[in-house]
Every structure is written in structure tokens, then in C-alpha cells.
């Protein structure tokens, strides 16, 4: 390493984060105790959804479970329910099961180390590093892709992710000060609203100076990954059918796999070879299916998928086949869908108007 370049400290992050700290409902205010319950749920909303995206699910989830206990009493419909739209529905499920383990076998608190945090239900290195550290003030690596991306440009780490990984919490906890808790907040916010991916605010960094990436001019190239391979993309249809009096043709998924619990239309396998000319096989019941033009599409993490949607209109007196059921109009903001299924209900709906 080139040894003209000053070290960073963490104390230039430090001053900078009690300057432009971000207000956020699940963040403690200066001197105020955080806690661990709001750090860890949010922690756990926060995975693969922006903060914009977070924050009113987040205020709706705290005034339903106020605290860990009430989260775990709460029937599973309704936690997947006030989940609804977050996507990635494992962590609604483990985020139960979390609650469940904490409430009965910890008192309703959460275990204070890293290690005690990564023995409970969903909560991976990531996780149990920023609730240690946040909640708990341990000196704790959080690495995630914020974090990443500032210490692998500050350092000009060459080594492609994920397998630069180790290299990146060797750096931060060499780093780590005396305010662990402030400090792993403090670098999240820099790579939110600096250290962004493209045009970093370089001239607003504190760490400018030693920043080698920014020395060399190379930011945006960091961190180095190796090429991604997305799925192949898979088709359906969803058959949104709605009776005289409004109500919606709906079923709930089974519990394990994708989506699992939450309310869909029905509808039949995704594939990457699915036949078109086939899909009223997939149809729940016998109707006038008219199919709609323009496809819903949705990109799930391992594959984009696109839905053909057909829509009809049933009489009063249709009969929910076995396993699905009628919910009235005004009920279906009630149902836990998942995004994927809004845009689908959304299509349709829109598509029934129209005739
Ligand atoms: S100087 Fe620029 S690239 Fe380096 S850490 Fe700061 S914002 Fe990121």
C-alpha cells in the first residue's frame, strides 16, 4: 500500500455521521437507548427493500406489534398479512419464528452478542452483526452491499465479491471505534447517500482523502464482481374472475415455497416452456375467460416471469372451487398478496372495467 496515502480514521466518519446522521423511525436519537426489537425487525424489512419502501410498513408494523411478545401471540395471517407488498416472504416468516424463539426462551429479549443473535431463526452474519452492534454497542461487523462498496473502494480492494467478503470485515473491524454502534450506522449512511453506486459525492466524504478509489479516479468500478447469472424467464397466466357482486376469485398458496401463505389468483405452474395455448387447463373454473393483451411482468430474484392474465365476469350464485374462496371488493386490500399478485389483480380488475 502506498504509504504517502493517509489511513482513514474512523473518527472523520464519526464526526461526519453526528452532522448528517439520517432520521430514521427505527433509529434512536442521539443519547436515546436503541431498541433492539425495532433495530432487528427493521434490520430484517430492510434486506433487499429500499428505506423509502421500509418506512411506512415499518410504522403499520410497529403500531400492530408494539413489541416482541405481541409479534410472536399474533396469529401467522396476520404478520404475512402486514408483510403484504414487502416482498421475499421467508423473512416474514422467519421474522415470526424469530419472535416466537425470543419471547419463549429469552424472556422477550434479544440475545446482546453477535453469537447469541446468529443461534435465533433468520437472522444471518449480516443481521446479527448490526443488532449487535446498533442495539448492544458491540463491536460488530455489519457488511452489507453499503458497506461493501465504500470499503472496497476505500481500500481499492481488487478481489471480486462475494469472496472479498472476509477481507471487507477485516477492514471494518480494524477500523471500529469506540462507538461500534454509531459506526455501523454511520458507514450505512455514507454508502446510502455518498458512497452511492453511480456518481459517488466524493467532495462531500470524509474520507476523501485516504479514499484510494477516489485517488485512482476508479470508484464506480467497485466493487468488483463476478458476472451475474439470472434465470431464464418464466410464463404463466393468473385468472382473476369476478362475480356479479364484486367479489374476487382468490386462494392462499401453501405454506412452503415461493411466496408461501400468501394470497394469490389462481392460476398455474410458472415455466420457461409454458404453452399459451394451453393455459385455460390452468383456468379454476369453467367461464367466458377473456385474455388480456398486455402481460403483468415481475422480476423475482432468480427469474423475470410474465403473466398472461385472463379475466371474466361469474353469476351471483358461482361456486368457489374446493381450496379457493370469494372475498367481496371491498375486503381485498385486506388480503396479504404479494406484489407479483397486485399487479395481477390490478391488470385484471382493470381489464373487467373495460367490458
Ligand atoms: S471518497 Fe468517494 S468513493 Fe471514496 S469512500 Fe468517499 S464517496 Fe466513496
Known amino acids: ?9 474512523a473518527a472523520d466518519l464519526l464526526a461526519w455521521y453526528d452532522r448528517h446522521r439520517r432520521v430514521l423511525p427505527w433509529r434512536a436519537l442521539p443519547g436515546e437507548q436503541a431498541d433492539p426489537y425495532r433495530v432487528w425487525a427493521s434490520e430484517i424489512m430492510l434486506q433487499q427493500t429500499t428505506i423509502t419502501a421500509v418506512k411506512p410498513y415499518f410504522e403499520r408494523f410497529m403500531a400492530r406489534f408494539p413489541t416482541v411478545d405481541a409479534l410472536a401471540q399474533a396469529p401467522s395471517e396476520s404478520v404475512m398479512q402486514a408483510w403484504a407488498g414487502l416482498g421475499y416472504y421467508s423473512r ?5 419464528a424469530c419472535a416466537k424463539v425470543v419471547a419463549g ?42 458497506v461493501e462498496r465504500v470499503m472496497t473502494r476505500l481500500f481499492a480492494i481488487e478481489e471480486e465479491m462475494p469472496g472479498a467478503k472476509p477481507l471487507v470485515r477485516e477492514r471494518v473491524l480494524a477500523l471500529m471505534p469506540s462507538r461500534p454502534g454509531d459506526f455501523a450506522q ?19 466524504c470524509p474520507w476523501r482523502e485516504p479514499c484510494r478509489a477516489r485517488i485512482a479516479g476508479t470508484q464506480e468500478t467497485y466493487p468488483r464482481k463476478a458476472a451475474k447469472k439470472t434465470g ?13 357482486d364484486g367479489a374476487v376469485l382468490v386462494r ?31 383456468a379454476p373454473l369453467v367461464a367466458q375467460w377473456r385474455r388480456l393483451i398486455a402481460p403483468v411482468r415481475h422480476v423475482f430474484t432468480h427469474f ?18 374446493e381450496g379457493m374462496r370469494f372475498t367481496p371488493f371491498a375486503r381485498l386490500r385486506e388480503e396479504a398478496f404479494p406484489s407479483v399478485f397486485l399487479k395481477a389483480l390490478e391488470a385484471g380488475l382493470e381489464g373487467l372495467q373495460r367490458h
Not at 500500500?1 to 480514521?9: E, H, S
Not at 416474514?92 to 415470526?96: G, S, W
Request: with cysteine; charged share 25%.
Open 1 to 9: 500500500m502506498d504509504a504517502t496515502v493517509r489511513q482513514p480514521r
Open 92 to 96: 416474514a416468516r422467519n421474522l415470526h
Open 105 to 146: 426462551q429469552h424472556g422477550g429479549r434479544f440475545p446482546d452478542t453477535e453469537e447469541g443473535l446468529r443461534e435465533l431463526p433468520g437472522i444471518g452474519a449480516y443481521t446479527a452483526g448490526a443488532v449487535a452492534a446498533i442495539a448492544f454497542d458491540r463491536p460488530a461487523a455489519a457488511v452489507d452491499g453499503n
Open 186 to 204: 454511520a458507514l450505512m449512511d455514507l454508502g446510502a447517500t455518498i458512497c452511492t453506486p453511480r456518481s459517488p459525492a466524493c467532495g462531500l
Open 232 to 244: 431464464k424467464t418464466r410464463f404463466g397466466a393468473a385468472f382473476v374472475a369476478m362475480r356479479e
Open 252 to 282: 392462499t398458496r401453501p405454506a412452503k415455497g415461493l411466496l408461501g401463505g400468501m394470497v394469490e389468483v389462481p392460476g398455474g405452474e410458472w415455466r420457461a416452456d409454458y404453452r399459451l395455448e394451453e393455459a385455460l387447463r390452468d
Open 304 to 321: 423475470p416471469l410474465e403473466l398472461t392474465i385472463f379475466v371474466a365476469k361469474l353469476p351471483l350464485d358461482a361456486q368457489a372451487p
